[in-house]
């Protein structure tokens, strides 16, 4: 599968969603428990890729993405205690490829995305579990898409090196979910759908495509402290 959602709770990965070698959206759920052994679990309801992801109170979400073409802004929340999924408010707007999707205190933030015609957006839509509600936050400096995010000191980091706007590509840029307020661009290394992590504190982005669309062995890590990337391969 590609294009999935992948996530860990009480010490499983789970891997969800995504497209089928046929090219097809899917709403398979598969557990790995360290030891090399998998489970499949209860599929989402609502097959889907390319959508966004996060864990919140040991609960995993899933809002947006596309099925089979079609963009999608509804979303579902999997209980691993009770193998189970429930429906949850759909986003403001259809949501296609985000730039990843952050917790902060309990709040779940989905960045940028676009509606299904690949223009990417400046959104920034916040979903609050407790209540069941989307709230629109300001949006981001640039449109910006093809990257991911990550969660450094209380604030949303986010990424993208895909857009309208040829300056914004390998940008970076902060949220600040106290203010709400971004900071301005931080420069950084350009790669298209890297995955990103934060460990120990720091940002890290792996792989991806250059911006010619050839697979890279990159790795590189982001220092939120000095506000600059290191090159590790």
């Known amino acids: 599968r590609a294009w999935l959602g992948a996530a860990g ?13 046929s090219n097809l959206a899917s709403g398979t759920n598969e557990a790995y428990t360290p030891g090399d052994v998998w489970a499949g679990k209860a599929s989402m309801p609502t097959a889907r890729e390319a959508f966004a992801s996060a864990v919140v109170n040991g609960k995993l979400y899933a809002f947006g993405g596309r099925q089979n073409g079609n963009p999608l802004g509804t979303g579902h929340v999997y209980n691993p205690s009770t193998d189970s999924w429930t429906s949850r408010s759909a986003m ?33 839509y916040a979903y609050n579990p407790a209540t069941n509600t989307w709230t629109s936050k300001a949006p981001m400096p640039a449109a910006i898409g093809c ?14 090196t895909c857009g309208p706007d040829g300056n914004a590509l390998g940008g ?51 220092d939120a402290a000095t506000r600059q990337w290191t090159s590790l391969a």
Not at 9 to 21: E, F, M, N, P
Not at 147 to 160: D, E, N, P, R
Request: net charge positive.
């Open 92 to 124: 403001p707007q259809p949501r296609v490829a985000s730039n990843g999707a952050g917790v902060i205190n309990g709040i779940l933030y989905v960045p940028g995305g676009h509606n299904g015609d690949g223009i990417y957006t400046k959104s920034l």
């Open 172 to 222: 970076l840029y902060a949220y600040d979910p106290v203010t709400n307020s971004w900071s301005s661009r931080i420069s950084s290394p350009v790669v298209k759908f890297p995955a990103m992590a934060v460990v120990n504190g720091k940002l890290y982005m792996a792989g991806g495509h250059n911006q010619f669309g050839s697979p890279i062995p990159a790795l590189s890590v982001f």
């Open 9 to 21: 709770v009480s010490g499983k990965l789970y891997a969800i969603g995504g497209i089928t070698q």
């Open 147 to 160: 990257g991911g995010s990550g969660v450094l000191g209380g604030k949303l980091y986010v990424y993208g």
